[in-house]
């Protein structure tokens, strides 16, 4: 992830601030996501799933579009429901 951009869209920046969420947990998720998976609202995008552990171990969900120029944030948010999927067969 390092050699290409990371972007923010104005809404994953909004929700960063609202959230108070540091920007290397993104970092950190998208460098070493515990799964992924295709994202069921926005068509060519991944959501990639980190536990945070200076946040209780909650997972963070980071929702992006990949391509060769940068890799583009859509939205983030803790999933409480992700730990139940990670663990999934």
């Known amino acids: 992830m390092a050699a290409r951009r990371l972007v923010l869209t104005k809404h994953a920046q909004d929700m960063l601030d609202e959230r108070e969420i540091p920007f290397n947990w ?30 209780g171990n909650r997972m963070l969900r980071v929702v992006y579009y990949d391509s060769e ?18 663990r999934r067969p």
Do not use: N, Q, W, Y
Not at 27 to 43: M, W
């Open 26 to 55: 993104i970092e950190r998720v998208l460098d070493a996501p515990v799964f992924e998976e295709p994202d069921t609202t926005h068509i060519g995008a991944i959501r990639a799933f980190a536990p945070i552990v200076e946040f």
């Open 69 to 86: 120029a940068a890799i583009r944030v859509i939205t983030l948010h803790f999933d409480r429901g992700a730990t139940r999927r990670s």
